[in-house]
């Protein structure tokens, strides 16, 4: 997968753990929640994920950042608990400069992301959730089935995942992935052993499951569109339902697939694709001028799109008014415009006119 330019950076989060984070793409920003098995730095490459990353980025900035304990960011010596998820959350979007962005959260992710954009509703306009549960599998009233499967899986990380032989991750990729590739189970099993320890990998997990956001989830106030695979193996299609009941307006896209991911050559991708471009319009760039306009001329229609008159362009310059109308006059010709509104209206949708005039 093609990976844009991408600037990697550190913050800290409010408890001093370093967190790694990454920007790349142009347009407005969106913030990818943090799940556990992301790595910002292998991330591109996975058959797995690549293609989630290039939708994300193609027309807008992407912000995404490393899990506490996974990835780039600080590993060893690391607490972990709920509200530091969204403590190192708000950490990225300070040290970004975010004021306002659209979030993007995959299951635990997406539970991180319900919660920061409670917590700061005038920071998030649209959201987009994929496979997110209402309750985890370990909250005391779940089924008792549930919670002996989640314990058997945390277990599983606990025994099976320090060994070099990747039969315990592959009971995770299968889960995950059921339709998947055997390039793409080994890289993800492969990146799984690479983004996390497996102490670190078992704490997260369990503190998710352990997550009800039953209260939590109507007071969302953002437009929210909800993907969740009909025949997902990971997290039941019931807990998608019920997610998007709970969020007011929520708008529910039912996917016909077993893979709790949705991978790029299934026909659900398609239907992915659709729904996220109509609910995160692009912003579309100006349109280009025509003609080839000289350095002073772009000068001077940069000064007549913020409003100046020939005689103040002139000062201005250090220029008399009668080469500033000449420049004009052939500034229109090169436009092809016929008066100075009409110049001001293709220079300001070019772009020009941005900067304040002394």
């Not at 556990?36 to 980025?57: E, K, Q, R």
């Not at 700061?120 to 985890?136: A, D, E, K, S, Y």
């Not at 315990?168 to 799984?192: C, H, K, V, Y």
């Not at 690479?194 to 369990?206: D, F, H, Q, V, W």
Request: charged content about 20%; aromatic content about 8%; glycine content about 8%.
């Amino acid at each position: 997968m093609a990976q844009p330019a991408e600037q990697i950076r550190f913050c800290r989060s409010r408890d001093g753990t370093r967190i790694a984070y990454a920007i790349c793409g142009s347009g407005p920003p969106l913030m990818r929640a943090p799940h556990w098995m992301s790595n910002i730095d292998l991330d591109w490459d996975s058959p797995v994920w690549g293609h989630w990353l290039a939708l994300m980025a193609r027309h807008h900035t992407l912000i995404r950042y490393d899990h506490r304990g996974c990835g780039l960011s600080d590993r060893d010596g690391v607490a972990f608990s709920f509200d530091k998820f969204v403590e190192d959350f708000e950490a990225v979007v300070e040290a970004a400069g975010l004021e306002r962005f659209d979030l993007f959260g995959f299951a635990g992710g997406a539970t991180t992301g319900i919660a920061y954009a409670v917590r700061h509703p005038q920071r998030v306009g649209r959201f987009v959730i994929h496979g997110c549960c209402v309750q985890g599998p370990l909250v005391p009233s779940a089924r008792p089935e549930y919670q002996q499967a989640a314990e058997n899986q945390l277990k599983a990380i606990e025994l099976g995942w320090p060994n070099n032989n990747p039969a315990f991750r592959q009971l995770f990729t299968s889960m995950l992935i059921p339709d998947g590739t055997a390039e793409q189970f080994r890289s993800f099993n492969e990146q799984i052993r690479l983004t996390t320890p497996p102490a670190n990998g078992k704490k997260i997990i369990e503190i998710i499951w352990r997550i009800d956001i039953t209260p939590v989830a109507p007071r969302l106030r953002c437009p929210t569109l909800i993907f969740h695979s009909r025949h997902d193996g990971r997290i039941p299609f019931e807990e998608g339902r019920a997610l998007a009941g709970l969020i007011p307006g929520a708008r529910f896209v039912p996917l016909e697939s077993q893979n709790h991911l949705i991978l790029e050559t299934e026909p659900a991708w398609q239907q992915v694709v659709q729904a996220v471009e109509d609910f995160l319009p692009a912003i579309v760039p100006p349109a280009p001028l025509h003609g080839d306009l000289t350095a002073r001329e772009s000068e001077v229609l940069e000064l007549l799109a913020q409003g100046l008159d020939n005689d103040s362009i002139a000062r201005k310059l250090g220029t008399s008014a009668k080469t500033v109308r000449n420049q004009v006059s052939i500034i229109f010709s090169k436009l092809g415009v016929n008066s100075r509104a009409q110049a001001v209206v293709l220079a300001r949708d070019a772009g020009f006119g941005r900067k304040t005039s002394d």
